[in-house]
């Protein structure tokens, strides 16, 4: 009777030992979307700053293209150019436990706090495009966008010619893109030419518009426009065209738009970045700093001319 309690014990034991193994096997195989396992250290947030532009939805394309690639998760919040809609976007990544953030500001001062709560996390951050004023983080990738302008407002001083009145569009204000064209644009435009208004249109096709039609009814001597995007430059040449007068318009970017604009004649010019290279250079940064190594504080990615 012993021996029969003996053996009957070991077969329980040994039954629950199986079952512990089978339910061990079975709990870590669990995927998530970009191939990775739940828990996966493989977790990058994207915070981009706005997808109603096609420039950031190209950003963000190749971002997600590059990570489903690597087999990574990747995941993606719009902000829609609204600084406290990032921070809460932000917020939100960093309770999923991602190990690296890429984030596009809508706001390069604003967002400062949100990217001090991930790297006290320890959380790695890239800042992309845009940089990030008043928070360390790991890696900048953006283009340069003072050189760019400066090119831009070069060639309207070429096709203008020097002491011509001419207007800037502005970007969304405090954005790091929209300060450094600013910059690279009076470089140039203070010495050379007649700068007659400067007025903000937060890089949006339909405020360039009404803003471009305020300052022809203000002064219609203006023969050229240098816009911080194509989208505001495609609303000022929609309200030139009204006009009849013939003006100038360079932009940046080099969305679909406007490189047809461009080749219809209707834009002067726009500066070529490379949106989808530097989403898959974001990508990328984030897997080797997860691999544990060290990345380049600063990666630059070329710009041009486009011009018919």
Known sequence: MKKFKKAAALVMVMALGASAVVGCSAGGGEKKEGGSPAGSAQTVGFSVSTLNNPFFVTLSDGAKNAAKEK???????????DSAKQIS???????????VLIVNPVDSDAVASAVESATKKGIKVIAVDRAVN???????I???N?????????YLKELVGSGAKVAELEGVPGASAAIDRGQGFHEVADKDLKVVSSQTANFNRAEGLSVMENILQADGDIKGVFAHNDEMA????????????????VGFDATDDARKAVEDGTMAATVAQQPELMGKTAVETAI???EGNSVEKSIPVEVTLIKK
Do not use: P
């Open 288 to 290: 080797s700093i997860m």
């Open 142 to 144: 953006a283009s340069d």
């Open 234 to 249: 495609l609303g000022a040449v929609e309200a030139i065209a009204s006009t009849g007068k013939d003006i100038k318009v």
């Open 146 to 154: 003072v050189a760019g302008a400066r090119m831009a407002t070069e």
């Open 71 to 81: 087999g990574i998760q990747l995941t993606v919040v719009d902000a829609g150019d």
């Open 89 to 99: 976007d932000i917020e939100d990544l960093i309770s999923k436990n991602i190990k």
């Open 134 to 140: 008043g928070a360390e983080v790991e890696c900048q």
